[in-house]
């Protein structure tokens, strides 16, 4: 699918290469934190877009990836844990993306709602931002510089999702725009945008987004 594709094509970089780069082009890069050979990062990225393609899996990951490297190549089951679950996240998000750009599908979707997971994992920037979009809610403009910025995943072993969202399942998720949109049939001429929240994505996180300054 689309998620396997963008895997498969992400530019391989060692740390201080990535690190080079602007928010633009990271977003084609891939790199793993303490693992610099060219060859072993290219495993690890064919193994991630492997498993997308066959059906995520943590455990087969894990066991696809240390077949195709050293043992010795992550810091830690926690480190490689936090490869999977980024990255993973990451590819099912820019193919979700990629599906949404077509301007066919794109104007059937303005709308995007965010959903954290609730556990005892869960970061209090990441639960924030169930009530950080629209009246409060979790829904957002899907062209607001807001939620291009903090569109999931936004740092690192981020587990929350978002979902595109129609006009009316916005406006039954109680969003005022969507409401008046609905029921006269015309899109409002200003569309509903939210304030940047006063935390921001990590560096390595930091899209490119028209509007919105990288420095938030």
């Known amino acids: 699918g689309s998620a396997a ?22 977003q084609k890069a891939l790199t793993v934190a303490g ?5 072993t990062l290219e495993k690890i990225r064919d193994a991630l877009a492997d498993n997308v393609r066959e ?11 240390l077949e195709a490297v050293d043992a010795g190549t992550f810091l830690s089951p926690r480190h490689l844990e936090v490869v999977f679950r980024t990255n993973v996240q990451t590819a099912f998000s820019e193919g979700q ?11 059937g979707f303005p709308y ?11 970061r209090h920037e990441h639960l924030a931002m169930e009530h950080h979009g629209i009246g409060s809610t979790n829904v957002y403009r899907s062209d607001d510089p807001v939620f291009q910025t903090f569109r999931p995943p936004w740092s690192y072993s981020c587990r929350c999702s978002w979902t595109p969202l129609t006009v009316r399942q916005a406006a039954d998720a109680g969003v005022p725009e969507a409401r008046q949109w609905l029921a ?18 990590p560096v390595g996180f930091q899209r490119a987004v028209a509007s919105a300054p990288l420095s938030v």
């Open 55 to 65: 059906g995520a899996s943590h455990a087969s990951f894990r066991a696809k990836v």
């Open 35 to 39: 693992v610099d050979a060219q060859e």
């Open 5 to 26: 594709r963008w895997l498969a094509s992400r530019n391989v970089l060692t740390r201080p290469a990535y690190d080079a780069l602007d928010a633009q082009a990271r």
């Open 97 to 107: 993306l990629s599906v949404l750009q077509n301007p066919r599908v794109q104007q």
């Open 184 to 201: 006269s049939g015309v899109e409002p001429p200003v569309p509903a945008r939210v304030p940047m929240p006063p935390f921001a994505p």
């Open 112 to 122: 995007a709602a965010y959903d954290a997971i609730h556990d005892s994992r869960a």
